[in-house]
């Protein structure tokens, strides 16, 4: 039998002081709350008796230390699956204000096209690439479950795809809070989304949450 559960963790808060939009940029890793966040993100697994059987994050920073207290927790190797990382994006590096690109021409392809989006990795080739990565982690084990820690949108666009809505969307509505918990299961042919917990609500209020595309 494949797995019973998947489930995608996003990373915890990330060391930004100057907020600028990270993306896939190196050196990004995770603040103090941020650590502590993932923590409380594993922690929170493992007081359910979870049985995780596998670990897999994606190569960027903050996900590769978002998924160190799990593999702690369940005595686990982090693999790594460069389908689970941030989406591609144009503004990386910027302080991230798309309508600075309304006065520059050389940037207008950048926004022609935001149901794509045109600045950055389509939305169905995120979808794409999340959804085969969830199979992967169903497939890769006999029975348990399987954590995927990786980020925002690539989580949101699995759960706007499982419940069938268009992936164009307004990014302040994601529900995807740091270090939440989008839980799946398999039924028959299909992934369905069964739950969402954010095991570092408590941290929330001070945390900042900028920088991902």
């Known amino acids: 039998m494949p797995a019973d559960q998947i489930h995608l963790v996003r990373h915890g808060e990330v060391e930004n002081p100057e907020g600028v939009l990270y993306g ?3 050196g990004f890793g995770l603040s103090t709350l941020g650590h502590r966040m993932a923590k409380a993100s594993a922690d929170f697994l493992r007081a359910e008796a979870a049985p995780v059987r596998a670990l897999v994050a994606s190569p960027l920073q903050r996900t590769q230390e978002s998924a160190a207290p799990w593999a702690a927790d369940f005595g686990l190797e982090v693999q790594t699956d460069e389908r689970l990382i941030e989406p591609t994006n144009k503004y990386e590096g910027r302080r ?12 207008w392809p950048w926004i022609v096209n935001p149901l794509k989006p045109s600045w950055g990795e389509a ?23 399987v954590v995927l820690v990786s980020h925002q ?28 918990i989008t839980t799946l299961a398999r039924r028959g042919d299909a992934f369905v989304e069964v739950d969402y917990r954010e095991p570092a609500r408590a941290l929330q209020s001070t945390a900042v949450d900028t920088g991902a595309v």
């Open 96 to 107: 991230g204000d798309f309508k600075k690109s309304l006065v520059r021409p050389a940037e």
């Open 24 to 26: 896939r940029i190196e």
């Open 123 to 145: 939305y169905v080739s995120i979808a794409a690439r999340m959804l085969a990565a969830v199979d992967s982690a169903w497939r890769s084990v006999d029975d348990g479950d």
């Open 153 to 180: 949108l690539p989580i949101w666009m699995v759960h706007r795809s499982l419940l069938g809505q268009r992936l164009f969307h307004d990014p302040r509505r994601r529900r995807c809070t740091l270090s939440s």
